[in-house]
């Protein structure tokens, strides 16, 4: 596996480059998977087919990571109907009822409105860097120098978070878990062996998007990736 870097100003060519490189691999019949941002995808998968030409998109995927992750869970046939916000709100409140009377740190707060939506966003926060229960429980077992009142904090939180991904998970999905059980199933069925893989728009990844990286990049036959600079000599193109 090689990997490319197109990097330069905004204006100079690269992703103009990187289409003409993916053109080049879909008329040999390579299949290529372009990533981008989720926002950017219709305008992308436009560019691409305009690029590429009718006769060669077929070979040619324009995707973002949470896309191309449900698409990954439906494939090996690990995907459930996907919970709403509502439902998480409501199976959040449920969790804190059952357990707000052991609570150690947040037993005054567990009755306030805002509590749920504060302890959702809390496990959107783990959630996004990969963080599980049993991640959080691994920390809690080991880690020793917290002090009392950060320990009792920390507990009351893994706990609701258990619960709640035990009472979400049972007959829905949280699609902030598609990113992470996509990668296990990528690299357990070795699926992107044989493809082309390109990145554009990109300025950061998250934790659960780099295990996904990390997969792709040992697989696959060949990365390519865009990044814009703002360095004050990069008024050309300059490909790596």
């Known amino acids: 596996m090689s990997t490319r870097i197109f990097f330069g100003e905004a204006g100079t060519g690269k992703t103009a480059s990187m289409l003409r490189k993916i053109k080049e691999l879909a008329m040999k019949g390579k299949e290529c998977v372009l990533f981008v941002p989720e926002q950017f995808s219709f305008d992308t998968e436009r560019q691409a087919y305009f690029s590429v030409g009718a006769e060669n998109i077929r070979y040619v995927s324009v995707t973002g990571f949470s896309k191309l992750s449900r698409a990954i869970l439906k494939e090996f046939k690990q995907a459930k109907p996907v919970a709403d916000n509502a439902v998480k709100l409501v199976t ?135 990044f814009t600079t703002d360095k004050p000599d990069s008024n050309k193109r300059e490909f790596l």
Not at 216 to 221: G, N, T
């Open 92 to 226: 959040m409140w449920l969790a804190v009822e059952k357990l707000k009377g052991d609570f150690l740190y947040f037993d005054k707060t567990a009755n306030s409105p805002a509590f749920c939506g504060i302890l959702l966003k809390t496990v959107a926060a783990l959630r996004n860097a990969g963080v599980s229960p049993d991640d959080l429980n691994h920390f809690l077992t080991e880690e020793n120098a917290l002090d009392e009142e950060l320990a009792d904090k920390t507990n009351d939180i893994f706990s609701v978070y258990a619960e709640y991904d035990r009472m979400l998970t049972e007959n829905l999905d949280d699609k902030l878990d598609d990113v992470s059980k996509a990668a296990v199933l990528a690299e357990k069925h070795d699926y992107f062996s044989g493809k082309y893989l390109f990145f554009d728009n990109f300025d950061t990844f998250s934790e659960v998007q780099k295990r996904l990286l990390e997969t792709a990049l040992k697989q696959c036959e060949e990365s390519v990736f865009c």
